[in-house]
């Protein structure tokens, strides 16, 4: 999926850190689980390096909809409308887990879908497309809450000053549509210099998980990954930022140990005691290569586990670092 800040209208639906992640999950067999599916770049991916059978889950309406184009030359493909942190509902013991964590480029492309602060459209953010909007959250929301999404979902450190902004324009007029939010954004932060992101994106990130319940999803989503997962099933993550790598990281440190040198005389039970094998020792990162190809990938990171035969078990978010709204207020 797409980085959460802006790039060119014409900017083409690459699938992220795809190279490495099949070199990291060879050889690819079986049947696996996109549980992004967006434009489907994953699932195609999978399929072309050898999954025997793909299920693409996404509760996007429209990725169901532009995939009729072309999902009838990949028979491999099953598509499944819903959010990937339900997964085991819909499958067991399944070979691999993909997960692409983010707000994906057709989306952002969209002006009507309310995502981008750089094109003007409604203020709505629901992958789903049903539920509260981004405009419901800005015109309902305290000034407290709205500041404690901006810093603990975008670690927008001028979160307050952001939030009173929102709050005193909206006693004027009701926010309604993206550049109108941007605008009162962008006259509380100094200009971005060239390079820089734009004033709004740590916002509209963070407008953007809450409205979605990102973090809840992913939390979600990894315990059940970890249930619908066969022993040697592997689990690839790609995260898009710092909140959703260290979410990846910590589960991954609390049911996962790195892969070791251990007494050959010991049971394969005996040598694991997690219910994840971690193989990638840091993550990956797009290479030179990759990030002419695809500028979105430039903060894109990779971590891959094989699943073990221990039991899965539930984690707390705490443990995982998951942002709490409650414990920021």
Not at 49 to 73: C, K, N, Y
């Amino acid at each position: 999926m797409a980085h959460s800040g802006e790039t060119p209208e014409k900017a083409p639906h690459v699938p992220v850190l795809l190279r490495p992640l099949l070199e990291a999950v060879a050889p690819v067999k079986g049947t696996w689980i996109d549980g992004t599916f967006g434009a489907g770049g994953y699932s195609r991916g999978l399929v072309d390096a050898g999954a025997e059978r793909v299920i693409g889950i996404d509760r996007d309406p429209l990725a169901h909809e532009m995939a009729l184009d072309w999902i009838g030359t990949y028979p491999q493909i099953d598509m499944v409308e819903g959010n990937f942190a339900d997964m085991d509902r819909v499958a067991e013991a399944v070979d691999g887990v993909v997960l692409d964590l983010g707000v994906s480029s057709m989306q952002l492309d969209l002006a009507e879908r309310g995502f981008s602060f750089m094109r003007d459209g409604p203020l709505d953010m629901r992958m789903a497309q049903s539920g509260r909007s981004a405009a419901d959250l800005v015109n309902e929301l305290s000034d407290q809450v709205l500041a404690d999404i901006l810093y603990l979902y975008g670690e927008e450190r001028a979160s307050r000053r952001i939030a009173r902004a929102i709050v005193e324009a909206r006693k004027l007029q009701p926010f309604e549509t993206t550049l109108q939010l941007a605008e009162v954004i962008e006259k509380c932060l100094p200009r971005s210099k060239p390079g820089q992101a734009h004033p709004a994106t740590r916002s509209f990130q963070a407008l953007r998980i809450a409205v979605n319940d990102e973090y809840g999803a992913l939390w979600r989503g990894l315990m059940s990954a970890e249930r619908v997962l066969r022993p040697g099933g592997l689990l690839a993550v790609v995260t898009f930022h710092s909140i959703e790598d260290r979410m990846v990281k910590r589960f991954f440190q609390e049911h996962g140990e790195k892969k070791k040198r251990v007494n050959r005389y010991a049971t394969e039970e005996e040598q694991q005691t997690q219910p994840f094998e971690i193989l990638t020792r840091k993550a990956v990162g797009p290479d030179a290569q990759e990030l002419k190809e695809n500028p979105r990938s430039r903060s894109a990171k990779l971590r891959v586990a094989r699943r073990t035969k221990v039991e899965s078990r539930e984690i707390e978010p705490d443990l995982i670092a998951m942002p709490d709204l409650k414990e920021g207020r």
